[in-house]
């Protein structure tokens, strides 16, 4: 008797989607009317009908290495217009959360980051690593400790070097796991795609030069404006505070990357060209920092805010992991602020507390990216990097692999509806 083609549903998966907010799936009958209400879906690929599909299934793997899934904004129209109420928009917030797990090295890691006791544990160990590493350099710099001598100045408490070597550490690890987990995500969905090497079966990769010009930079500006966010309709106003959020932390970025090079560099090489931080009220650079820190807090609010509103209409649902990176942003950006303002204030018994429970935020909101989710910093920029590529390849109007190697690939076609 012949065998049988089965299923084996990943269960892990299908428990890990239920947990994290997907538990309507199972009512979806695959009517299609999601796929059509999307603003964002496209005629080439139409989702998240099968998605739902799919994670019905229990095709943990397939979902996870489905770019689409990361073309999804969450805005809930799909949700809102569902006959079944299987609520797709939040099935698929769901899938995202197992997908970020999917893609995580270490996965202990992904598990601690993406409940609350873990996030709060993480805080308090970094805390603790922020303490030992200010008490060894009070010993170095005989300062006195935990609350130095005199007026407010949180290079005397902890100076960058040190602090340097620990973000750094953290630095190591992130980019490693971001780099590894996109590399992967990147091999599954061009597999996904039918985009692979026909004799050896490894997924396309396309010649760098020409793709960082043609296909990831339009992303990036696609991210930077948020042209496809605001296509949006139920959560539209989403976006203005998604942007202030994502500008305030380009602008911190830059902002401490100037701070870095100033204290750790130019003020040990030159002590005397008044390269000291803090810097004055009216510096540039501090005028930056405080714009981006008013931003983060105002994006996150508003964010806070329609998320509040749009679960209260039903819109949408809010998972744990929803509510822990608003949370950990805001905690971050209030932290920062109260720093700032009791050192101004010189009250250093607050200060220096105030002072290194932001650190331990910002180094837990730091580890996050690979793991929380935050990650889909990195795997929604590679999904559209992904889908523009993959479509030219498609129109025979890009290639992959060394021009000399095109003629041995071929493009499978995608069979996914
Ligand atoms: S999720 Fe709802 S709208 Fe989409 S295919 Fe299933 S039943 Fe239809
Ligand atoms: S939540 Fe919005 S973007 Fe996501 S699938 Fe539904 S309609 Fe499309």
Redesign the pocket.
Known sequence: MAERNQVQPDLAFVKGVMEAGGDT?N?????????I?CPLSTDESPF??KE??WAQWGLGSKVAGDADVWLCHNCGD?TK????????GD?LSAIRINAVKHYAEPKALANILNTAGGVIGTVIASMFAVMVVAFLWSLYTKEAFPIPEGTVVYHKFLTVIPIDALYLSIFGLVAYASIKGVLQFWSDISKGAGLRDSFTGKAATPAMGPFLVKYVWPAVKEILTHERFKKCGETAERATGHLWVLWSFIILFVVTIIVMIQADVLAILFPDAGFETPLAQYHPVKIAANVGAVMLIAGIWMLRNMRNKKTAEGTITSSTQDWILIWLIFAVGVSGVAAEIIRLADVAILAYPVYVLHLGCVATLFLSIPYSKFAHLLYRTTAYVHESWARDVRAGKAGFGLEKMVTAWQYEGKDVH
């Open positions: 799936v009512r979806c009958y695959q009517c299609a009317t999601c796929s209400i998240p009908r739902m599909l799909c217009y569902c006959p079944r109420d299987a609520r797709p099935v």
